[in-house]
């Protein structure tokens, strides 16, 4: 299975959260491949001290990169629109992220699985 790592996952990850530690050992164990997207990077590096930069290098060195294209964005911005018709909001990041894993038929891993659920994307919790 192909697991799109969210902010969230990562940065829990880094932090040494149990749970996330746990779920990081289950899905290298199982042969899932980790995928991660500029846009998380970007997220996440905003947040790591100089101190931790080592270590957050060589947690994303080895995964691979996706990225969402002119139809994902189109997508992205469709679901974007859906979800501004029911009242709700669907941040810009998310739905990219979103529609990245619609495009290479990945499982998004988060915690933030109530923007997540917004989109048709397949979410797993941690």
Known sequence: ??????????IDYLRAE???VQRWR???SSG???LLTEIVVCE??????PIAMDGFLRFI?????IQPGPDAALLAGEWRAEARGRGVTLGLADALIAAAAHAVGATVLTRNVRDFSLT???????
């Open 1 to 10: 299975m192909r697991v799109l790592l969210n902010a969230t996952f990562v």
């Open 44 to 49: 996440v590096r905003a947040g790591v001290a």
């Open 26 to 28: 289950e899905l290298i």
């Open 32 to 34: 899932d491949e980790p």
């Open 61 to 65: 060195r080895p995964i691979e990169l």
């Open 18 to 20: 149990p749970a996330a």
């Open 120 to 126: 048709p994307v397949a979410v797993a919790a941690y």
